[in-house]
């Protein structure tokens, strides 16, 4: 019964916040040996122009049963895309007994003949850890 209210819950609140922009996601799904998993994830236009755009995001899950109960994430971001190509993001995102993780985005991608070509890096620092990590 608590999957239901809360899968519930989540499409109600994401159909609220997402009205004008349907890019948002609820799913369930199953988790060995005997849990289910509730998902989901939506991005919110903050800002639309003729340079560029700037989207707020929101994500989450949670399990419901087996050795997994209760685990959850919930987390955050801002992502910016310019029309030059250019674009990059933070985010946050807490594990219910493990911590924060915080990452920043930045990359650039240029059309190139029939495709596109990019380029990106990320940067991110783990729950109780001084070391920032990262890679292109």
Not at 80 to 108: C, I, K, P, Q
Not at 113 to 124: I, K
Request: aromatic content about 6%; overall charge positive; glycine content about 16%.
């Amino acid at each position: 019964m608590d999957k239901v209210a809360l899968v519930v819950l989540l499409v109600s609140i994401t159909a609220v916040v997402c009205q004008k922009n349907r890019d948002w996601h609820v799913g369930v799904d199953t988790v060995n040996p005997s849990g289910t998993v509730v998902h989901g994830h939506a991005n919110i236009p903050l800002h639309r122009g003729n340079d560029g755009n700037l989207n707020a995001n929101v994500h989450g899950s949670r399990v419901f049963g087996g050795p997994y109960n209760r685990e959850q994430t919930v987390g955050g971001g801002l992502r910016y895309e310019h029309n030059s190509g250019l674009h990059g993001g933070v985010d946050a995102t807490n594990m219910r007994g493990y911590g924060t993780t915080y990452s920043a985005s930045v990359g650039g991608s240029r059309r190139l003949g029939p495709g596109t070509f990019s380029v990106d890096g990320v940067a991110s620092r783990r729950p109780r850890s001084s070391r920032t990590e990262g890679n292109v």
